[in-house]
């Protein structure tokens, strides 16, 4: 069974930066897309950004600008830069694996990102 380990999070100031990452315990073959998506307290689970096999990179607009997806290959690996992040960026942060056209989904468990003002 795949598992997706998320790291890095925690408590930063406003305005600094923090980088996430997300590695798998065993290669994953036929990956269409590595990306992350976030759940503040209250609120529903939203996409944040998304990193696809050929390379291409999507961002939500809430983020655009200030984050920085990026995906190293060798490591089955997954990274989000954070810079100037912003007290409403608070959440629990979930790494997401899409695989075999879509019909293959891994989540990781999540890491918690405060964000103080």
């Known amino acids: 069974q795949v598992q997706l380990v998320e790291s890095g999070g925690g408590l930063v100031q406003a305005g600094g930066s923090l980088r996430l990452s997300c590695a798998a315990s065993?290669?994953?073959?036929?990956?269409?897309?590595m990306g992350w998506y976030r759940q503040a307290p209250g609120k529903k689970r939203e996409w944040v950004a998304r990193v696809t096999r050929g390379g291409s990179t999507n961002y939500a607009d809430s983020v655009k600008g200030r984050f920085t997806i990026s995906r190293d290959n060798t490591k089955n690996t997954v990274y989000l830069q954070m810079d100037s992040p912003k007290p409403e960026d608070t959440a629990v942060y979930y790494c997401?694996?899409?695989?075999?056209?879509?019909?293959?989904?891994?989540w990781g468990q999540g890491t918690q990102v405060t964000v103080a003002s």
């Open positions: 997401n694996v899409v695989a075999n056209s879509g019909i293959t989904t891994y």
């Open positions: 065993e290669t994953i073959f036929s990956i269409n897309s």
